[in-house]
């Protein structure tokens, strides 16, 4: 009988310490988001040496909002920068529309690189490479064909490029969308996502997702170009494992990645939700056991049990007040990341929070059952 209760014992303590940590991660995505994002840009001076920046873009397929995305990259306001388009298959539509608007702004140094080269089973990086291979410059900045920029946030990355940081990437979030599978990403990235990425920045774990990223040249050159990366999946966490490696820094930037694929809906939301969590526990195993638990619900759980073991508390009242408190510190969180009004009223947020939250283990779930990534 012994044994068992210290196990239930064990069982509740652990519980009970990984509760009062995720309050802890709740505590520094909130003040340290404050802190850390959407700070003022330091402006632009003329008489300063500014670093060359190569733009990678990887396209494929054309999409309802990829010509105005595309444009903000020609508008920045940076002295020097190229913008160099990969495209792989030579009937892609989006070549059209790159040339395009290579017409339109002459000023602005671009080129198309159609066919990529097979150096790996990552097809972004087999898209990038020959661009990579042609770059001008020692910045490079990878960025993913649904991103957006605003007139600053380059120099606001390379601001972030300080002596020790090797790669300065962009949290990710999205721009303000209509409808529902827009108001589930908002939430997702803006919360549950916020609050590990902004954690794992903060004690400088690696979290980094590659959709805008800005790196130096000479230390993925040491390791043997991009072109080594090829051979992962996840090329994005083994790129800053390089870095982290080579003794440098990865830092966030102030402004988050504004995502606005002209793809959003819910099935195609929840597709790339599974891709990336088989990708993580590709990576890192143990996640299979820790990420459920980083979940409101699964960890409200078996908070409630824990501590109705513990302290006789009430577990229904527990697990209610749980899930009230979190859904405030989440809300708090969104609030900081966007920065401004929400597109969404109160009601659609607590819409699409139960949605989100109710439905993440689920995914995760199917992400362990069939791990096999696509
Ligand atoms: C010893 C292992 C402990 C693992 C704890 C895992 C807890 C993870 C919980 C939730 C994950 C939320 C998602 C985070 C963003 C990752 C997005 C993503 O999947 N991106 C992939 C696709 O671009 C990319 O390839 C993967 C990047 C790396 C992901 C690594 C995740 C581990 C995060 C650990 C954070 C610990 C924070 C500790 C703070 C005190
Ligand atoms: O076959 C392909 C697929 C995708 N891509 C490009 O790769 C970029 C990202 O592709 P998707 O939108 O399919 O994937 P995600 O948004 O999920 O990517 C994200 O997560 C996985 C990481 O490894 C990536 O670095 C990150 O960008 C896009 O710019 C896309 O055009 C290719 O160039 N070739």
Redesign the pocket.
Known sequence: MAPMIYTLYGFAIFFFVFWC?MW??HC?AIFYGKYRLHKKVKPFSADEPYPGVTILKPLMGVDPHLVSNLETFFTMNYPMYEILFCIEDEKDPAINVVRALIEKYPKVSADVFIGGSTVGVNPKINNMNKAYEAASYDLILISDSGIRMKEDTLLDMVNHMSEKTGLVHQM?FTCDRNGFAATLEKIYFGT??AR??L??D??R???????SALMRRPVLEEQGGLKMFGCY?????FI?KCFLDRGWKTAICSQPALQNSGICDVSSFQARLN???K??IA??P??IF??PL?ECMVIGAAAAWATSILFLWEPIAFYLIHILVWFLCDWILLCIVQNGTLPFNKFDFIVGWLFRECTGPYLFILAVLNPKIK
């Open positions: 940590s802890i991660l520094i990710p549950a996502q590990i990425y954690s794992a903060f004690v774990v690696n979290c980094h997702t590659g959709m999946l996840a090329e994005d966490f800053a891709r990336w969590a990708l993580r990576m890192l143990l996640v820790f990420e980083t």
